[in-house]
């Protein structure tokens, strides 16, 4: 179809999987279905339940396409993820959870072999979340493996692959600090060859690229039409950058919030990723380097928050800033610009489900934000996506601390969006709002400040 309205998006977030059926030319999410993401124990190591996923997605596809109809399907995932395919295109083992960490001798020989952080603007991480590292494992794990793989696509093209049959990687993933590529250079590193697998990564593509359509199955089981276009497919945080990449001039940056709080700063000042503050460098839709920092921030506000989502009070937010309360990195210490630190509050914690609480969490997300915005050079207006969006204190604080203007996306959430302009790059773009509030703007920023100077 040439001009397609309706997009069904497959949204795999390491928290929740999603359908999204986005309307193009509105740019709206019409119906989102969602199913947890709860990591599997029942194999040689933890993995992806992607049969259940996969039921899940047919089944809302054909309710999508009775109630609404779809015209085509994207596909956006996390990343630190590929899939290892037989000869007959089935997994050659389960797909492992990138937060399974490994014993320090594993550890050790992977660094070994790691190409330099010059070239691959990808540090050092945790667990898997490089994915040559779990590659390194898996081989290590089953020595029958590598043979038994005759393909690897990374995550966003897992999918893809089950939906047309066709195997591909996309740039955006197999740049998504796998020390794989080289983002400068827009190659492969040497990586691939070390680990005996050159041969078998599938052909790279860039996103907007169409991957192909449905198999007669997939229209037999969900009601689409046998033509229906999928396209290759985007890394979720470079979904959310996508929009922004076709309307914004200028250096600006993009903040991804979810279980990752992911910045990514596009024309700003040169400067020298810090490997060990967790910065790195992303590849975007166009196959372009973009120096990008992240953290843990959803998984940090579910940590602090243990359930309770208190909206604070002005009379709450006036307490933590006068009393300059404050939660200090990290509380994900295995990731982030403050990896390796213990969190800890000051001058008390307050109690769990105050309002005071939320605030002082809020603002504490914001300034790890800016953080990583200023480690990556950013420079022009900060666009925020995601549920932190709608979050007033985070917003607020950021804006303070940055000292320049925090942009706001009316969608629900980016990756959607990003994804389904894959297939229509003139779609009539919203332009982000200012976000405002009324909190005492020289006290954020005296509370930045201070919050600044007792982080290290």
Known sequence: MSDPRHIAVIDIGKTNAKLALVDLPSLTEVAVLTRPNIVQTDAAWPHFDVDGHWEFLLSALS???KEHG???ISVTTHGACVALLTRDGQLAAPIL?????????TVADYEAIKPDFAGTGSPILAGGLNVGAQLHWQFAQDPTLRARTAQIVTYPQYWGHRLTGIAATDVTSIGCHTDMWLPRDGRFSGLPAQLGIADKIAPLHKPTDILGTILPQIARRTGLPADTKVSVGIHDSNASLYPHLLTQDGA???VSTGTWVVTMSVGGTEVA???QRDTLMNVDARGDPVPSARFMGGREYEV?????KTTPTVNDVARVLDAGMMLLPAVEPQSGPFAGQKMRWTPAEPELGSGARSAALSFYLALMTDTCLRLTGAQGPVIVEGPFARNIEFTAMLAASTERKVLTSKAATGTSIGAALLFERRANLAKPVAAVSDHDVQKLCKYA???RSVAR
């Open 449 to 451: 400040e201070l919050w």
């Open 70 to 72: 779809i015209d085509a």
């Open 252 to 254: 600006f940056s993009v």
């Open 97 to 105: 959870d990138y937060e399974h960490t490994y014993s320090a001798e």
């Open 63 to 65: 309710q999508f396409h």
């Open 273 to 275: 990723l810090d490997a």
């Open 304 to 308: 602090i928050q243990q359930g309770h």
